[in-house]
Structures are given as C-alpha cells and as structure tokens.
C-alpha cells in the first residue's frame, strides 16, 4: 500500500479526522496540481448532482445533503475516478493531472475504502501483462493462478479493515472490486487461450472453472454503474452467447466477424432474460449496439433490423439518440463521402476544418492522447516510418483528453510539426463524428473525399 500524506491547509476541510459527522451533509473536496479544466463535476450513477470550480489555489469543494449513499464518480475533464460516498462522510482528495490515477489520494472518513479501491485499481492495470501471459496455461493451471492472485487480494482486503469502522456496504464494494475483476479473467480465458496458442477449438472446461457463475446477482442495483461489475457483465454475457452458438446453432457463419448480427440478438436474449435492473439491463443493451455497430462499420439492411430490435427493448431514450446518433455517424464516413464538417484547434488557437487541412492532399488522420504514453510513442514513430515511404500524404494528428496546456507542451518536448497537429476541448464530439473507437484508427482521405473512414494506422499503410 502506499502511504502518503495529504495536506490541505487552509482548506475548508481542516475538520476531517477520519470519523463521520453526526448531520447528513456530506463534504467533499480537495486540490488539484496542474489542471486540466476549471472544474470537477460529481456525478451518481449517469446524473450530475454538482459541479464545483477550482479556486485560485487549485481548490474545489462541495456540500451535499441527504444523497443516496454508495458509489459516485467525479470528472476532472478529461479524466474521472470513483468516490464511495455516505452521509456524514468528509473526504479530501489530492491528484496531480500529470498522473491522474496514480497520484489520487483520499483522505477523511471512508478513507479506508476509497484508497483500497484506488490501489486495486492500480494493481489490476499492472496485473492485466502478468495474466496475459498466463492464458497460455491449461484450464487448471490458469485457474489456480487466477485464484491464487484473488486470494491474496482477499486477505489483504481483511488485513486492511483490521480496527476500521467500515460499513457493510462500503466492505462489499471493496470486495467487489476485488472479485469481479478476477472473475473477468476467467470469462476472457477461453478466448484468449486459443489465441495464444493458435489452437482450433475451445478446452472442455470443467465445473468448477466456471464455479463463482452459480452466486453471480445479475441485479445488484449498487454495482450497475460500476466498472469491475459492468466489464465482467459484458464479457459474461458474450461469452456464454458465443458458447451457446457454437453448439446450438451449428453454423460457423454466425460466428464470423462479418456477420455479427445474429450473436448480438443471442446476447441481447440472454441480457432480456436474465437481468431485471433497468439501469443495468439498458447499460448492457447500449453495449451490444455500439459493439455491433463499431464492428461492422456498416449502414445496411442488417443494421437498420438490430437498431429496431435493441430500441424495442432499451428504455433509455438517451440511450436510443445516442445509437441513432452512431449509426448517422458511421454512414457519414462511409468511403466517397465528404470529410464530416468538424473544427479543431491549431497550436495558434485558430478553428480549422477537417476539409481545409485536407484540401488538394492526400491525408492520413491519426489520433493519440497524453494518458496513452506507450501508444504515443509508437504512433509518432509508425508516422516517422510511414511518411518516409509516402510523401504524397499529409499526416495530421488529433489529440483527444489532454489538457491545452499539456498538449502544447508534448507538441514541443517532441518537436512535432505544429502546422499539423490538432486539438479541441471537446472530445465526446470529436470522438461521435470521428467515431473513434480506439487510438489505432485512422481516416484517409483524398482532396476532402473519405477513401477509407475505418481504416488502422498500423496495418492500413
């Protein structure tokens, strides 16, 4: 565990001793170094219930009473994190933007909570290439692993609460944390292992591989909006849809990457009949749909049927504008179309469209963000490469979730060609139009014209 010092003088906060207030008002605040916007935005759940602007000090504080008690998260543009939040409860936290995650720290009442949720986050990012390696192994020999690594996590979840007053509920998040992520590694197993091991078909797993399935809650309301809780859902459901395929269905062709439309309804069966929140039920039903459609990168018949059929059963409306939404975005990048009409920032602070940089060119659209510092690195060396090879095309990158300030500064540390970098403070718009759903994307256009609106700026050039 690390053990770090947090210290807000001056603050409002000065009063926080680790133990809860007796009113039902729950503070909450901290310091921020380095900004990466004016303000911190709390949310339950999807709903905002505040927004707080840093001071001059690089401060932000909110008082809330009577709140529904449980899991928040907070966005500190472009970057968020959980906070497990009480009635009663005073909670500082210190980060330094520079390295979000790792630099969070709280303090206060449910302090005990919040960091051990903060480190095993932490630990499972380190984790994830120690298990990548262990798909290889056999069925029991990976299981063991698996169990292994959750067993010491369990223990020292216990060791941790030794003389701490925690509640129930904030020990089962914790708990929580710890069991649906090892959980995740299993469902991914079977897929990964044949991967791995260029086998041609699935191990028979055993009974107790599988053993934690026969406890799973499939409505815990609590943890709907959680990340270990929702990842493991997703991969759970399309797992046994696949495997419910492949011996039920008996026709390869399902299961092909250019045919996704009958394993998605298969995954949206199984999610109609199993799970009853709708919280939970609408979030796994948005999943599938934007799995689908970023995978087929299509607006055909088959699209139009799904998107009907997942409006029949999602109750979120917010949820069916934003599929729309997608699908008119796909269909805009289609190849022969005219580049979306989007403005970005140059390093001056002028808005320049998409069109305009890529007029009379041969353009090459990549992306990258500060957070992803290896991707980072081997983008900018593939373009180094590439552009070598072409020099017909314009290279342009695109930052997306990086704060002004530090985008300017990587620009320099990297001396890129500032005439063809871009920026906008406005990702979820950028990342809609551009349907950006991973890093590795690019678009390649010709004088304005998509040639290809889908393509992989390691395997397309």
Same mark, same amino acid.
């Given at each position: 565990?690390?053990?770090?010092?947090?210290?807000?003088?001056?603050?409002?906060?000065?009063?926080?001793?680790?133990?809860?207030?007796?009113?039902?008002?729950?503070?909450?605040?901290?310091?921020?170094?380095? +900004?990466?916007?004016? $303000? @911190?935005? *709390?949310?339950?759940? %999807?709903? !905002? /219930?505040?927004?707080?602007?840093?001071?001059?000090?690089?401060?932000?504080?909110?008082?809330?009473?009577?709140?529904?008690?449980?899991?928040?998260?907070?966005?500190?543009? +472009?970057?968020?994190? $959980? @906070?497990? *939040?009480?009635?009663? %409860?005073? !909670? /500082?936290?210190?980060?330094?933007?520079?390295?979000?995650?790792?630099?969070?720290?709280?303090?206060?009442?449910?302090?005990?909570?919040?960091?051990?949720?903060?480190?095993?986050?932490?630990?499972?990012?380190?984790?994830?290439?120690?298990?990548?390696?262990?798909?290889?192994?056999?069925?029991?020999?990976?299981?063991?692993?698996?169990?292994?690594?959750?067993?010491?996590?369990?223990?020292?979840?216990?060791?941790?609460?030794?003389?701490?007053?925690?509640?129930?509920?904030?020990?089962?998040?914790?708990?929580?944390?710890?069991?649906?992520?090892?959980?995740?590694?299993?469902?991914?197993?079977?897929?990964?292992?044949?991967?791995?091991?260029?086998?041609?078909?699935?191990?028979?797993?055993?009974?107790?591989?599988?053993?934690?399935?026969?406890?799973?809650?499939?409505?815990?309301?609590?943890?709907?909006?959680?990340?270990?809780?929702?990842?493991?859902?997703?991969?759970?459901?399309?797992?046994?849809?696949?495997?419910?395929?492949?011996?039920?269905?008996?026709?390869?062709?399902?299961?092909?990457?250019?045919?996704?439309?009958?394993?998605?309804?298969?995954?949206?069966?199984?999610?109609?009949?199993?799970?009853?929140?709708?919280?939970?039920?609408?979030?796994?039903?948005?999943?599938?749909?934007?799995?689908?459609?970023?995978?087929?990168?299509?607006?055909?018949?088959?699209?139009?049927?799904?998107?009907?059929?997942?409006?029949?059963?999602?109750?979120?409306?917010?949820?069916?504008?934003?599929?729309?939404?997608?699908?008119?975005?796909?269909?805009?990048?289609?190849?022969?179309?005219?580049?979306?009409?989007?403005?970005?920032?140059?390093?001056?602070?002028?808005?320049?469209?998409?069109?305009?940089?890529?007029?009379?060119?041969?353009?090459?659209?990549?992306?990258?963000?500060?957070?992803?510092?290896?991707?980072?690195?081997?983008?900018?060396?593939?373009?180094?490469?590439?552009?070598?090879?072409?020099?017909?095309?314009?290279?342009?990158?695109?930052?997306?979730?990086?704060?002004?300030?530090?985008?300017?500064?990587?620009?320099?540390?990297?001396?890129?060609?500032?005439?063809?970098?871009?920026?906008?403070?406005?990702?979820?718009?950028?990342?809609?139009?551009?349907?950006?759903?991973?890093?590795?994307?690019?678009?390649?256009?010709?004088?304005?014209?998509?040639?290809?609106?889908?393509?992989?700026?390691?395997?397309?050039?």
């Amino acid at each position: 565990m690390r053990l770090l010092l947090l210290i807000l003088s001056g603050s409002v906060f000065l009063a926080c001793t680790g133990k809860k207030a007796s009113s039902d008002t729950v503070y909450f605040g901290g310091e921020i170094v380095n +900004p990466s916007s004016e $303000y @911190v935005v *709390l949310y339950k759940n %999807d709903v !905002i /219930l505040d927004s707080a602007k840093l001071d001059q000090n690089n401060r932000f504080a909110f008082s809330l009473k009577n709140i529904d008690e449980g899991l928040h998260h907070f966005d500190h543009l +472009p970057e968020q994190q $959980y @906070v497990y *939040l009480e009635r009663g %409860d005073s !909670i /500082l936290i210190r980060l330094n933007t520079m390295a979000f995650d790792e630099s969070l720290v709280f303090s206060g009442s449910n302090e005990e909570v919040n960091n051990f949720m903060i480190e095993m986050f932490l630990n499972y990012e380190d984790e994830e290439r120690l298990v990548y390696a262990y798909y290889q192994l056999s069925p029991e020999d990976f299981s063991s692993k698996i169990d292994s690594l959750r067993g010491q996590k369990l223990a020292e979840l216990e060791e941790f609460i030794v003389g701490e007053d925690l509640s129930e509920e904030a020990y089962s998040m914790a708990k929580a944390t710890i069991d649906y992520n090892s959980f995740l590694y299993k469902e991914k197993y079977p897929f990964y292992h044949r991967k791995k091991t260029n086998e041609d078909t699935f191990h028979q797993l055993k009974g107790d591989f599988y053993g934690y399935r026969k406890n799973l809650d499939f409505n815990n309301l609590d943890l709907a909006y959680f990340k270990p809780y929702y990842d493991f859902m997703i991969h759970h459901f399309g797992n046994i849809s696949y495997m419910n395929c492949v011996e039920n269905c008996n026709s390869s062709k399902y299961l092909s990457k250019k045919n996704q439309l009958h394993l998605n309804r298969h995954k949206m069966t199984l999610i109609d009949s199993l799970v009853d929140v709708k919280e939970l039920r609408d979030n796994l039903f948005r999943n599938v749909a934007m799995d689908y459609l970023l995978k087929v990168h299509e607006t055909n018949k088959d699209c139009h049927a799904f998107i009907q059929e997942f409006e029949s059963l999602s109750e979120n409306d917010i949820h069916k504008e934003e599929i729309r939404g997608l699908y008119h975005s796909i269909n805009n990048l289609q190849a022969d179309k005219e580049l979306p009409d989007l403005k970005l920032e140059d390093i001056d602070g002028n808005m320049i469209s998409l069109k305009e940089m890529s007029k009379s060119n041969n353009t090459l659209f990549y992306f990258w963000t500060a957070s992803q510092k290896r991707h980072f690195k081997n983008v900018l060396r593939h373009i180094d490469k590439i552009s070598k090879k072409h020099p017909d095309f314009k290279f342009v990158g695109i930052n997306l979730r990086t704060g002004r300030k530090q985008w300017e500064n990587l620009i320099r540390e990297n001396k890129l060609d500032t005439t063809n970098q871009y920026w906008s403070d406005n990702f979820n718009t950028v990342q809609a139009m551009l349907v950006i759903d991973n890093l590795n994307k690019c678009i390649i256009s010709e004088d304005t014209v998509i040639v290809d609106g889908f393509a992989n700026v390691f395997k397309s050039f």
